[in-house]
């Protein structure tokens, strides 16, 4: 398999509106960011609706066929199962891929958290260092992060970063080198899941 998405986003899914907004109003504004550069990026209510699909084997070869994984951070991605798969993954892809690329001129990120609630000590561990813009002024009344100008100026270093990434991933490929192992090598890793208590049980799922 070769490189085919831009970056996979990671995000929790919500019932309610601000994690929904939040979604939409970072992935358009980087779609549109990064369109002058690459066709797609990897969002699984866009691309998981085919019947019969493996989800465990379809997310593993999503994320190994992106350039970058964003995680869209709430204190409450780290008790969601799959998003720590999700996560686990991309961070041993990522430990592979700068061991390959050897440049220290990629911030040593292929991984890219924003956060929109929390602090950065509800990070995981492994993406403290990592962490790329503080979204927490995003609200439901002001959700357009191209209005706001730190938060657009994110946007576009983000993609930036990924479309550097990607020139030098070219480079090796057209060389020959295989980025991605063969379908039934995919596998999500396993990982560790913080329990968080919640006040509406029956409201939450990831």
């Known amino acids: 398999m070769a490189i085919r998405y831009a970056c996979f986003v990671s995000y929790v899914h919500g019932n309610g509106q601000l994690l929904q907004s939040f979604k939409e109003a970072v992935t358009n504004a980087l779609r549109d960011e990064l369109e002058a550069f690459f ?12 019947p019969g699909q493996d989800l465990e084997s379809t997310l593993a ?25 999700e996560l686990a993954t991309a961070l041993r892809i990522e430990k ?6 050897k440049s220290t001129n990629l911030r040593q990120s292929l991984v890219i958290p924003i ?14 260092s990592k962490l790329w813009g503080d979204f927490r002024a995003f609200s439901l009344r002001n959700p357009d992060v191209v209005k706001d100008e730190q938060q657009y100026k994110t946007i576009q270093d983000i993609a930036k970063h990924i479309y550097k990434v990607y020139k030098q991933m070219e480079d090796l490929e ?9 379908d039934e090598k995919c596998t999500l890793a396993a990982a560790t899941v913080t329990p968080r208590t919640t006040l509406f049980p029956n409201r939450e799922r990831a």
């Open 174 to 182: 057209r060389a020959g080198h295989k980025w991605c192992p063969d």
């Open 61 to 85: 070869q999503a994320i190994c066929q992106s350039v970058c994984v964003v995680v869209l951070f709430v204190p409450k991605y780290s008790s969601r199962e799959w998003c720590m798969r």
């Open 115 to 128: 956060m929109l609630r929390g602090e950065e000590d509800d990070l995981p561990a492994e993406l403290r």
């Open 96 to 101: 592979e891929r700068l061991a390959q690329l």
């Open 39 to 50: 066709d797609e990026l990897w969002i699984d209510k866009e691309m998981l609706d085919v």
